[in-house]
């Protein structure tokens, strides 16, 4: 599959980032959530950092929640962030 | 009937409270969230995720109506910068009965403060900042929920 996909991060992981959101090309072989964090994860040591440990990070797939092993399919956008904190 | 309000305006309690009763019934349940003064609090900053944050709350609510026999249903959360003591959230639930009032609006804020997408965070009175971290008691609380 061969598309792009829109990134969006929020609170610490946007800050640490320092980019609110890119754009990605969805190369061969990226078809989960989970595959997309392993390529971020793999840019270096900073990006390791945020992204190695899925557990302290939500994704939510167009605006719904997905897991790791959620199937990108045909979505448009991406959006990484810490546990909600709101209330 | 659902109204979800999200931005940075504050809410009167008494105005909402009076339209959820205009809706029906004799029960009426509010919860009201507000910036909590832990000793050295100068500010919070409410970020959100705009496009999310309707969604995650429509579907609560939703679920809330689906699951207890209400006429009405409000929740306002506010974004950005917030001092101690002003208003964060906003929930009043109306129906005829007062258990369903109750237990729905304790359903929403608990499902709130772990679905919807908002991250507080805050500045110290001596500028330090810091991400509010999520709270074990609060995702047991949202999870005693699910049956």
């Given at each position: 599959m061969t598309g792009s996909l829109n990134i969006i991060y929020f609170a610490w992981v946007r800050e640490r980032l320092g980019i609110d959101q890119e754009q990605i090309a969805l190369a061969d072989g990226i078809e989960t959530i989970g595959d997309i964090v392993a390529m971020l994860s793999d840019r270096g040591a900073d990006y390791a950092d945020i992204f190695s440990d899925v557990g302290k990070l939500r994704f939510a797939l167009d605006q719904d929640y997905g897991l790791p092993a959620t199937p990108i399919g045909a979505a448009r956008e991406l959006a990484i962030f810490p546990p909600v904190t709101g209330g | 009937m659902i109204k979800i309000v999200v931005g940075p305006d504050d809410f009167d309690i008494g105005v909402e409270t009076q339209q959820v009763a205009g809706q029906g019934g004799g029960a009426i349940a509010s919860f009201v969230g507000q910036v909590?003064?832990?000793?050295?609090?100068?500010?919070?900053?409410?970020?959100?995720?705009?496009?999310?944050?309707?969604?995650?709350?429509?579907?609560?609510?939703?679920?809330?109506?689906?699951?207890?026999?209400?006429?009405?249903?409000?929740?306002?959360?506010?974004?950005?910068?917030?001092?101690?003591?002003?208003?964060?959230?906003?929930?009043?639930?109306?129906?005829?009965?007062?258990?369903?009032?109750?237990?729905?609006?304790?359903?929403?804020?608990?499902?709130?403060?772990?679905?919807?997408?908002?991250?507080?965070?805050?500045?110290?009175?001596?500028?330090?900042?810091?991400?509010?971290?999520?709270?074990?008691?609060?995702?047991?609380?949202?999870?005693?929920?699910?049956?």
């Open positions: - | 909590r003064d832990d000793g050295n609090l100068a500010s919070l900053e409410l970020e959100h995720y705009p496009a999310m944050t309707q969604k995650a709350l429509r579907q609560i609510a939703e679920t809330a109506l689906s699951e207890w026999a209400l006429h009405a249903v409000t929740i306002v959360h506010r974004v950005g910068k917030l001092a101690v003591g002003d208003n964060i959230v906003l929930v009043v639930t109306g129906s005829d009965h007062r258990g369903a009032a109750i237990e729905s609006c304790s359903f929403i804020m608990d499902r709130l403060k772990t679905v919807a997408p908002f991250w507080k965070k805050e500045t110290g009175t001596d500028g330090t900042t810091k991400w509010i971290e999520e709270r074990e008691s609060d995702v047991a609380a949202s999870e005693k929920w699910q049956k």
